[in-house]
């Protein structure tokens, strides 16, 4: 079974840009959770979405969004970039929609804001 | 407290030991915990998922969880180099599919 992809692998940004990135999770995942990690944060939830429904949101501006389409796919975007978004951002995608079940990162994004 | 916490070494072990990673834990976090190996570079890959309170092994890895003392480990034994990595313990918190991250252990193992 193929893992999470994510693309782009690599990004580069300059300051008050926007910019999209895809998750495709694994086959059958429908649960779909954003983090992003940086050396100084550490890896931190942004959302997660189910059912193509935001189901839980961590404490980042609303700059952050996502969205779910209908095939388990999500995007995030982030809009109005400021250079302390660069950082890593990785998707995970689970099986379950509750209680207990193990998430798969993918590769992650490298996003670079300049 | 923080909800996960973890000690950042580097812990340094010797090829063949037994390598203890320790994790604990908040009462603001649910009862199921997550270890994830993250290599340099790399995004993290799920070791092991322990839910109820003692031990589950899975080869060379051992997690336990002890719900009254609030801690979670990882043991792996007969560390090998290729285990040098950072490693990280994650619970899930608030409802849903949040995980909430410790700051990640990192582990040198030597020749």
């Known amino acids: 079974k193929a893992g999470v992809t994510q693309t782009p692998r690599y990004l580069i940004k300059t300051r008050g840009q926007q910019v999209t990135l895809s998750c495709s999770p694994i086959?059958?995942?429908?649960?779909v959770s954003w983090y992003q990690q940086t050396p100084g944060q550490g890896l931190q939830f942004l959302f997660e979405y189910f059912s193509e429904t935001q189901r839980n949101k961590g404490n980042f501006p609303g700059r952050f969004s996502g969205r779910q389409f209908s095939n388990s796919r999500s995007e995030m975007n982030v809009s109005t970039l400021e250079l302390g978004d660069s950082a890593l951002y990785l998707c995970?995608?689970?099986?379950?929609?509750?209680?207990?079940?193990?998430?798969?990162f993918g590769p992650g994004t490298r996003l670079t804001v300049t | 407290q923080k909800e996960v916490e973890q000690n950042s070494g580097p812990l340094s072990v010797p090829e063949g030991a037994i390598a203890s990673l320790n994790c604990t834990y908040s009462d603001r976090v649910s009862q199921s915990f997550f270890w994830y190996r993250q290599y340099s570079g790399k995004s993290p890959e799920l070791i092991m998922s322990i839910y109820s309170n003692g031990d589950k092994e899975d080869g060379r890895f051992t997690a336990q969880l002890n719900k009254a003392s609030q801690y979670v480990s990882l043991l792996i034994r007969d560390s090998q180099p290729s285990d040098s990595a950072t490693y990280l313990c994650a619970a899930l918190t608030g409802g849903g599919n949040k995980l909430t991250f410790g700051t990640g252990t990192q582990l040198k193992v030597e020749l």
């Open positions: 995970a995608s689970s099986s379950l929609g509750t209680g207990v079940n193990e998430q798969y």
């Open positions: 086959s059958g995942h429908r649960s």
